[in-house]
């Protein structure tokens, strides 16, 4: 059993940077892959990032490439996700999620969510 708590969104202005960060609970974290995905109103939750188990492989959609930067360390069994260049488009509430399996775009694969941190750029 793994429990995700996100934070650190918020209001930003177009241009600029936020980190959010989802912590972890249970011994097992570090066997799971992790992804962040976000949904804005109105539209279908899409992936965003996500990361393997060890930190050596990451995955990064089109449309936040070069932008987003998504991290994790497992002794603090936390995934952080960088977000700088931020556009209005960006906003959504965004959601990390574990998976053991490889497909790690597909929501369906994924195990566990947290309840998701609101991010809303302005322009």
């Known amino acids: 059993q793994v429990q995700l708590v996100e934070s650190g969104g918020g209001l930003v202005q177009a241009g600029g940077s936020l980190r959010l960060s989802c912590a972890a609970s249970?011994?097992?974290?570090?066997?799971?892959?992790m992804g962040w995905f976000r949904q804005a109103p109105g539209k279908e939750r899409e992936f965003v990032a996500a990361?393997?188990?060890?930190?050596?492989?990451?995955y990064s959609a089109g449309s936040v490439k070069g932008r987003f930067t998504i991290s994790r360390d497992n002794a603090k069994n936390t995934v952080n996700l960088q977000m700088s260049s931020l556009k209005p488009d960006d906003t959504a509430v965004y959601y990390c999620?574990?998976?053991?399996?490889?497909?790690?775009?597909?929501?369906?694969?994924?195990?566990?969510w947290g309840q998701g941190t609101q991010v809303t750029v302005s322009s």
């Open positions: 999620a574990a998976t053991r399996s490889y497909y790690y775009a597909d929501e369906q694969r994924y195990d566990y």
């Open positions: 249970g011994r097992t974290f570090s066997s799971y892959a």
């Open positions: 990361i393997s188990w060890n930190g050596g492989t990451t």
